[in-house]
């Protein structure tokens, strides 16, 4: 968790265009990210879809 509002993690956001809300996967050792922030909103009133669609997206990401 990352507070986008801190200048400390300024560079972070930058890094990964984070300026507000935002739910991203990252590989700290191929340094892929993911944006996952859409689908967080699309699916943030079903929980059960959201997580769906989140583990879904998690096993794309590491089988890529």
Same mark, same amino acid.
């Given at each position: @968790?990352? +507070?986008?509002?801190? /200048? %400390?993690?300024?560079? *972070? ?11 991203? @996967?990252? +590989?700290?050792?191929? /340094? %892929?990210?993911?944006? *996952?922030t859409e689908m967080a909103f699309m699916n943030a009133g079903d929980q059960d879809k959201f997580m769906?669609?989140?583990? %879904? ?8």
């Amino acid at each position: @968790l990352v +507070n986008a509002d801190d /200048k %400390k993690n300024e560079k *972070l956001c930058t890094q990964f265009e984070a300026y507000g809300s935002s739910l991203f @996967l990252y +590989n700290t050792n191929s /340094k %892929k990210i993911k944006n *996952l922030t859409e689908m967080a909103f699309m699916n943030a009133g079903d929980q059960d879809k959201f997580m769906t669609e989140f583990y %879904k997206n998690m096993d794309a990401f590491i089988k890529s």
